[in-house]
């Protein structure tokens, strides 16, 4: 039994738009002009930040064409480097990056109906014990809950077909886009102008500019989400490398307005002091309503990047299952519904679960590190699958090759060892989280010769 065909190309492009815009355009600009000083270092930092990613999706676009199968960055790795690399990016997603991101989306998600609903953010129980974020004691709330239960009913969407999930994805992303839309009009054309030169006191540095770079990145991840649902797009050769470039090309452009909106309305050091910065912009321009306005934007913004990271990211687990690398039962594919069904409901069902630890962000926060590496060794597999497949068909080929891929490549490695000294422990911990899956990996590989043989 295989997966099927339903998605077409406005599912893919919402995948990729869906799954990128999510609470950072509403969150990030303030750590950024707080690392760099400025508004047009921010903007050139979120130009920088969207070529790079640009450039990722040029290079993940010539892949996903000549490859379009389940898993997108498992299939990959593992054809360039061999399986191992495909199964610790398995691993790596299963237990901490899927499923911590899955589990972050949805604690964001009551954070902002508790706008609306203040009660959400009431401790029912309490265990005293250094279990918590920072050693503290683990509180329970009743927005995790709520949190928990969306993940598992946008499972259950998701298990019943992937045209039903696709389906809401369009939906829901095209209702974000115009709430987006909504708030990048109201702070450009009824706001009033703040200089846009006003500068805060910060100097800039190189450490500065990467912790900015990072934050930018961090709103722009997801665009790679797409490649993992390949196998299920139609005609995958030509509507990949659409909805990977246009739908990133437009992630950059709304992101530049929407901070053009935020600058226009809020000066640097204004930006600098809240934490919302989109809800204090609506705030000067339509008070109360206009903070309640982004709140749903926002709601509405996180749910569709959560339906699209379920829908994506349970074909990952799955892929590595299929090819004898994980759980068996994970690698199921359901008889009447054509979907990958345990994998979904395993990878919800552990994203809950951290989302009641309330340690997933520590958890997402400890791999980012060894994932950059895996990021890198991705896009550097258009190279080594040039000269290792020559034969391989691609339909499609990366503008700009080798300068493209290089110039990813380059900047990855620059994040990762920026990131190794500024956050050494962090880091080297989440190289040992991935490192844990080489034991369940050697097992597995015994299992796999044993049946070719």
């Not at 962090?426 to 070719?452: M, N, T």
Request: with cysteine; hydrophobic share 50%.
């Amino acid at each position: 039994m295989e997966l099927k065909r339903d998605l077409g190309l406005w599912a893919a492009a919402s995948i990729v738009v869906g799954t990128i815009i999510g609470s950072g355009i509403f969150l990030v600009p303030r750590a950024m002009i707080q690392r760099v000083g400025t508004p047009e270092m921010v903007f050139a930092i979120w130009i920088f930040g969207g070529l790079l990613s640009l450039a990722g999706a040029l290079c993940y676009a010539e892949l996903s064409a000549a490859l379009p199968e389940a898993g997108g960055e498992y299939v990959y790795l593992r054809e360039a480097y061999g399986p191992m690399w495909g199964f610790l990016y398995s691993w790596t997603q299963m237990w901490v990056a899927k499923s911590g991101s899955i589990a972050t989306l949805g604690t964001g998600f009551f954070y902002y109906l508790t706008n609306f609903f203040p009660g959400l953010d009431g401790i029912f129980y309490t265990i005293h014990l250094p279990l918590g974020p920072k050693g503290g004691p683990l509180e329970f709330r009743y927005g995790q809950l709520l949190a928990m239960a969306l993940i598992l009913a946008l499972a259950g969407l998701n298990y019943g077909g992937v045209k039903l999930g696709g389906d809401v994805q369009v939906a829901v992303t095209a209702i974000k886009i115009a709430l987006i839309a909504f708030i990048i009009v109201a702070g450009l054309g009824f706001g009033a102008p703040q200089a846009l030169s006003a500068a805060s006191s910060t100097p800039l540095t190189a450490a500065g500019f990467f912790a900015a770079l990072v934050a930018a990145l961090w709103a722009y991840d997801g665009w790679n989400n797409v490649s993992m649902v390949a196998s299920e797009i139609r005609n995958p050769q030509r509507n990949l490398p659409r909805a990977l470039i246009w739908g990133t090309t437009g992630v950059i452009g709304i992101y530049l307005l929407a901070n053009g909106a935020y600058f226009h309305v809020l000066s640097a050091s204004e930006v600098g002091g809240t934490e919302r910065v989109a809800a204090e912009m609506m705030r000067r321009v339509l008070a109360g309503a206009g903070a309640n306005a982004v709140s749903v934007a926002a709601m509405i913004s996180i749910f569709a990047a959560l339906n699209g990271s379920i829908l994506s990211g349970s074909r990952v687990p799955y892929a590595a299952a299929r090819d004898g690398y994980f759980f068996a039962p994970i690698g199921r594919v359901h008889p009447r519904f054509r979907t990958p069904g345990i994998s979904i409901l395993a990878l919800s069902a552990w994203a809950a679960l951290l989302v009641l630890s309330g340690r997933y962000e520590q958890l997402y926060t400890y791999v980012i590190f060894a994932s950059w590496i895996l990021y890198g060794m991705t896009t550097a597999a258009v190279i080594v699958l040039r000269k290792k497949r020559p034969d391989l068909n691609r339909p499609y080929r990366t503008i700009g090759y080798p300068f493209v891929p290089a110039v990813f490549v380059l900047v990855a490695l620059a994040l990762v060892l920026s990131t190794l000294f500024d956050s050494p422990r962090e880091s080297l911990l989440g190289i040992f989280l991935i490192l844990l899956g080489l034991p369940f990996y050697f097992h597995w590989k015994e299992d796999v010769q044993k049946r070719a043989r």
